[in-house]
């Protein structure tokens, strides 16, 4: 066209790159269109929440779309020819990508439950308003979508920031309550802070190896080893990505966030957030395989290892002596985040390796039940604290008799959150267990994370079943039964049953390790991510990050 | 005396005075006493600027009310936009300006003016505090300056350095950064809509 | 001649002992400061053959800032004390000398580095310029003079010529020529600020049918802008007692400095500019956005209720419409298709209809919404809410007094000729006339009197600053003829009509740069009826201005015409 | 002698960051905190600005240094929404003020 002469020189993504970040795209557009018609039609919620739905499905659609290309090879850099790849799309990101998307649409359920009981039930109900509140939730998912596709370091620390900032005003987003102004103060600080760090090891990065591009560092590294800065300035990166997984220590602002944010918001970030933080990490220790030399994967996976033992523990100990639930699900999470982390710490072993992939695959599928499990619980403790004003655990007296529907699938979850046989998170934990195990086979020490995992597992035990006994074994007479919105029971039923049944499923498939994981999620997922693991994506391998876009079609 | 007598003894005094001139004026070049004070202009430029931000970056430590470390941090950040200058990134320099000093740091202004109780409001630490506090940044900048210096920065230097225009800039945001750049344009929209919203009276 | 002298507005607020005392002091502090900075001089030449350039800005270059610094203040207060006497008698010669001075110290300076340039040029090889050793040395000044061109080496000089070196010689450096150049600057601030001041007095006399200040100075009270200076000069100093007072004495500073540097990269002509940068409008209009900080400052250091209000409306006016002002600016740079000022200006040289605001219909807007969005800036009226004398006494500037109050009028006044001059740079055609340049190519190279009628008539600094006051007189005709608007006014003026103006002018200017053909037909047309629009709002603006003067008997009633030259 | 190297540069930033971490952990007022997380970045611009310069990468130094900057000013602005959010329940941006939740 004689309009875009001027344009000729420059430049532009071709239509299949930005279909294969449909994806992101189909946010932004869901972010625009949201302001628009908000403009045009008054600010409604419900508009905002069906906006924020139509882009969850059409994240899902072009997922499937994406990973159907992928499957056919494509690879998209977003860059120019000759220039290092901003974004990958790869089946791992794929895979990613609807976690969220599927996260997303549940959250958007709680919401639209609590808002129904807040406009039927008597009760003070703060219901997060405004269009506000969804735009901030899609830039949240925004940036962890993006945080686990890009391979560039500069990438890597605006799409923290972007999942970040608007989750620190998602916790204040009821601007009534004082605990969630607070919640929003400490968070904002400590994330804050901790993005100066990390921008502080960006810099340094930048300057050692001269480019932010995560394989070429990770080229560098194996040619010219790692200086002493170099490892502080790894460091410093790595600050940011553990605030984000909230590994101690940089863990204080998640159960202050959690208790005070509204509980959709807490649901949201004790699943998204950690998620995309970890495949953040395992994006950077991933890279770190391959022809680097073990006296630089080795530590990285030690410290990694390390904060990951550090982190499972703390998390379970601090759980212990908490009286409000949400709280002490704060501490869960950030005790199941040190589990997750533990497979990061399985150093990559040399391209093509079977090592790896295990263990990607046990996050992978851990991730999935760790969404399903604490959605129901969270989801449960919310339809508690709409309905009795308090989240402690005095709140759960005599459950079992006041709302069946909630107080069983809330043990279901429980139980599966400590990895009790029959049910999912049983499963998900062996996996992880087992991949470790694999892992040890060449590196011994990785037994002790085991040990570690086990023990922390048996100490969980308590204070899920505290609740429990809380919910069925006391009771007062004079407490009435819990009127519970349809949509709440649904989603934690719901919950519960997905965790039986991918339990019993993968229960048989144990014996079979290598094929446990593909069956469990063939069953769990759409069919498009059906071989999610199998395709995972890692430097290396046929399918590796595609750098300088040498493969694009 | 007759007054052209006194003119022509000024004028002596003053050829004399040329004559004598300053030693480094006169010459010859090339290594001789011309050359001892071989300074130059970016030298004395970046103590001057670096100097500043040093003092600005400590009084920002020192300072127990908020204001003066506002104030603090405009120096440091008008310092550092002179170093850009230094480093022929002019452009940045102009932005440092445009956006921290003239944007960012207006809000902080604005945030402390609208939640200090009174203008002499102080927040004081106390001495454990500030005493771990020296002892733990001394030790930061004596590990940081030693594994810095430790690396020897002038390998793997590619040619001579050229310095960017604003076109060069240009491009590069909207072809090899258009994904950050169009990133970081939906994050500042989300901030804008979501701290006007959070900071708004909470009327509907 | 009136019976009013100086002395009935300046009250000295020392002692004449006081301030022999001080006077001394200073000296001495100099004399010692010099004396001591020499011998470590000396004794780093004979002792020390490499030093670090730290211990050399500790050792001299600070010492000898220091010192200057003793001696000027003791010129200062000398000066401070005669002037009040010498102006009572002088002020007329004052301010003459002063503008001649100015234009003869740029026009010298210019002539005068131009020569050393030369010199340096003939030089063969070129080496590194340092702040005490440059490429040139006296020898060669000496050599270029008495080069003859049947003997080029001819080294006999006059012993007179060896002076003129010397003198010659610091000329080379960068850093003095800018020093130089600072304190033109400076003087032309200082001239246009107090001269606005007059102006815009005698402009608010004119409106509301009296005279102005008619004493000061003779003739229409001309020098009343430089009494007022005086006088703010010599009031006591008050600090008030529960003000933050560093920060108090600070903030005016802050407002004038960064609009001072502004002057740094603003052009009055293709070659009368500091530095002609590539970012150089980005760099003015982010100077021009940082005496916001100044402003807030003393607001919030004042301690006082008036002035919190005041900063806190700054706060949130000027940076609101910094936005819409910024995004009216990109239109002549998309247009222009570069950052740097001179290449901006110099697109404009064909005469009236190339000047950018006739170029396209969204330029002619541009050009409007800019000029209002710079008058908020500048917080002038109808957007002075900042300092709203009827509800804030003063705004932000409530409790300075004095020389500080000065130094924010001269902030003001200087940020009003920036953004004006901003305003002639990117949309009226620079620094040129309206006749095209082309028109007066034999005389640009010609003699030096053909020259000056060239500068004249096509295209010089005196069009830019004409142009510019101009534009200045239209701040303070709207500031004495429309009333105040309410803050959320302001506020919404902004946010909800201006700057979705400008960025549907931003949207609009590039499709026409992608649509229209430069010179086909539809840009010709649009060209032409914008040109017409201008010229008929100029003419507009003479018509109105001259039947004014014609009428002036019934407009503004005979008390007030009978001064007037020409009644 | 006396020319300018990286070095300089980068012991520059080290002490922008030093000093500001210093800043972020001795400050009890929120804004205070603010301000040493502004002066670690712009430690980090200095950096980057001076790794372009000096080690030939100069449009990837500023690029990189310009997206610090827009991080700073979306973050400056949330920081200041929520510290306004917190200001006006507790009518103080003093941090150890919230102890509201505890455990």
Redesign the interface.
Known sequence: MT??A?LAG??M?SPQDLRLFGAELSL?AA?VAL?VLSMLFG?SERLGAGVALAAAVAVIFFCRDAAGLVDTGARAA???PG?AS??VADRFTVFFKLLLALFLATIIWLWMTGAAAGRTGGEVRPVP??P?FF??LL?SM??MS?MVA?P?L??M???V??AS??S??LA??D??S??G??????Y??FG??T???M??G???L???F???DLPAIAAAVSVKGM???GW?AMAAFLVGVAFKISAVPLHFWC??VF??APVEVATWLSVASKAAGLGLLLRIVAAFGGDVPATIALPLAWGVGLVAAATCTLGNL?AL????VK?MLAYSSIAHAGYMMMAAAIPPAAAGDATVRPAMAAIVSYLFVYLLMNLGAFGVTAMVAWSQGSDRLAAFTGLGRRAPWLAVPMSICLFSLVGLPPLAGFAAKWWLLAALGQGADRHSWLWWLVFVAVINTAVSLYYYVRVIRQMFLADDERLERLAVPVGGLALANGCAVLLLLLGTVAFGLMRDRSLAYAACLARAAPESVVAAQDRLAWNGGPEGMVVNGADRP | MTGSNRLSIVAAVLVWLARAGPVWARGPRGPGPADWIGIELEAVMFYLLGGLAAVCAVGCVLSSRVVRMALFLFGALGAVAGLYLLLHANFLAAIQLIVYAGGTLVVIIFGIMLSSASAAARYRARPAEKAAGAAVGLLLLAGLVTAVGRIDWSEGIAAAPSAPTVDGLGRALLTTYLVPFELSSVLLLAVMIGAAWLAGSGRK | MTEFTAQDVIRPRWSPALRARAIRRFMLAGLIIMIGTGVAAVCLEIFGRSLSPLWLTVGIVLPSVLAFGALFVVFAITAHALLGRLLKRLAFVLFIGSLAGIVLTAWGASLLFGLVDRIVAARPDPIAQTIFGGELTTDEIVRFFAATPEDPKALEAPPALEFVAYLLWPWQFRLLRDLVLALVILGFVSVTASFAIWWERKVAGRIQSRLGPMRVGGWHGWAQGIADGLKLVQKEDIVPGRADGPVFRLAPYLVFIPVLTAFLALPFSDRWVLRDLEVGLVLVLGLLGIDVIGVILAGWASHNKWSMYGALRVAAQMVSYEIPMGMALLLPVMAAGTLRPGAIGALQSGGFHTWLAFCSPFLFAAAGVYFVASLAACKRAPFDLPEAESELTGGFHTEYSGFRWAVFFFGEYAAMFVVCGLAVLLFLGAWHSPLPASWGESLAGGSWWQRGLYALLFSGPAWFIAKTYALLFVHIWLRWTLPRIRIDQVMYACVQVMLPMTMLLLLGQMFWQLLVPPDGITARAANIVCTLAGAAIVAAFVGTAGWGYLNRRRLVGPLAVNHLPGS | MGSITLMHYLVLGALLFCCGLLTMVVKRNAVGILIGVELVLNAANVNLVAFGRYRGAGIDGQAAALFVIVLAAAEAAVAIAIFMNFYRHLTTVDVDRGDLLRG
């Open positions: 309009m875009f001027p420059i430049w993504p932004v972010i302001l600010r977003l860059t120019p220039a901003m974004l308003a405004g506000e735009v901030l830039t925004l940036g993006l890009t560039n500069l990438v620390m605006i799409a920031e972007t900032l608007p620190y005003m204040a987003s601007r009534r004082r605990a102004a607070e919640a929003a103060l400490k904002v600080l804050a802070t993005a100066a760090v921008a502080y960006l810099s340094l930048f300057g050692l001269g480019t932010l200086p002493a800065l502080i159960p202050d208790e005070g601090a002596r908490q009286e409000s709280r």
